[in-house]
């Protein structure tokens, strides 16, 4: 990109997350500004948000009711400890999500992240199993594919290869894995849930066969995965899950960092697709990206059976300096209130034909080998180059910066999730650039 270089900071010393940091720091974009679904670049180019951040601003950039709320929350009270003291912002927003949630998920636990959040989740689960004299219920079941997060519960829970080759040694020793539910050859270009595939969730009873019902303390899936590209469930899978989980006494938990708050056009995932889990986790879009927040929504019961023992003791050893964070709640209450004021999850949700229609539109576009949508969510997997995988997509992804989109690529997939806010128009528009960008595509 055209650099001002009057404005250029030292891009040495930060050792940028997930990316590829030398390539980076010889063909930097700096993001200067936002505002509603566009970024400001260094150069002053103006691109069109097509992941919504990273799947967490679906109200847009620079909204003044979150920007209010936190100046007011940082002049009242900037910091207060959430250990053996309260403040009131952590206890509403724990309230107000409840309502959000499925009826009987009441109890909300905070982190700062979506990886905090799912470490919490398989710790609850382990010491719910414990605190009820099922000690033996140690084993986490993850999937194929999941994206859960880098702490060392996610990792390990996790499917992502890359994620587990280097740190594997640190995982959890009682995980096994279902397997990832996409198969080109029965769902490519299938819209919304695909009509194949629900016969894998019975490798479930498979794993309980292997190591006995009684040493599995919770099956963690993404209920749509994300970072992995927008892998839909097939018809009736999550519901087979749930009830072999439900027979078999394994809590089920839903891991909702991207599908939580409205990217589905439901509350959560779990609404949508009417299967509700013992947990629920969430980060991301619950602060729309202005505060690092997560948390995990517990069913009521696993709260209580662990609310045992001598009152004066904790409960559950486990909590971060900043879980509920007072300014971080006020975020999320005020996020939570623009999404309810504005009906944006109504919004999303009649956004989502246009862009399916739209998406789908590109099949015979240069590259595209599929397309996959839900929500206000689509991935568009490119046919990698040959000995360069990646490649191509980095390709696109420059192209669309040049051309107004940022885009996200991960390998040779494509994916979008606009902000709730965008209008119709920036939809097509969105879709039209794409096109145009495919077919400059090396
Ligand atoms: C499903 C899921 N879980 C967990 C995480 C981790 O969240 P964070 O990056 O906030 O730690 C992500 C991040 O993309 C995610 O998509």
Redesign the pocket.
Known sequence: MRMNTAHTPDLSAFWMPFTANRHFKHHPHLVMAGKGAYFTLHDGRTVFDCLSG???TPLGHGRPEIAAAVHEQLSTLDFAPTFQVGHPQAFELAARIARWAPEGLNRVFFA???????DSALKIAIAYHQARGDARRVRIIGRER??????IG?ISA?GIAVNRRTFGALAAPFVDHLPHTYDPEHMRFSRGQPNWGVHLAEALERLVALHDASTIAAVIV?PM???TGVIVPPAGYLERLREICTRHGILLIF?????GFGRLGSNFAAQRFGVTPDMI?F??AITNGAV?L?GVIAEQSIHDALMHGPEQMIELFHGYTYSGHPVACAAGLATLEVMEREGLIERARLLEPLLEGEVHSLRDAPHVADIRNMGLAAAIDLTPRPNAPGARARAAFELGIESGLLLRFTGDTLAVAPPFISTEAEVRQMVATLRTVLARVP
């Open positions: 990273l799947w967490c700062n992240s979506g990886s905090e959040a799912v999941a994206y859960h997060g880098v702490g996610g996790g993404e995965q994300g970072s891991d909702e960092v991207i599908t986790v980060a991301k690092p997560g």
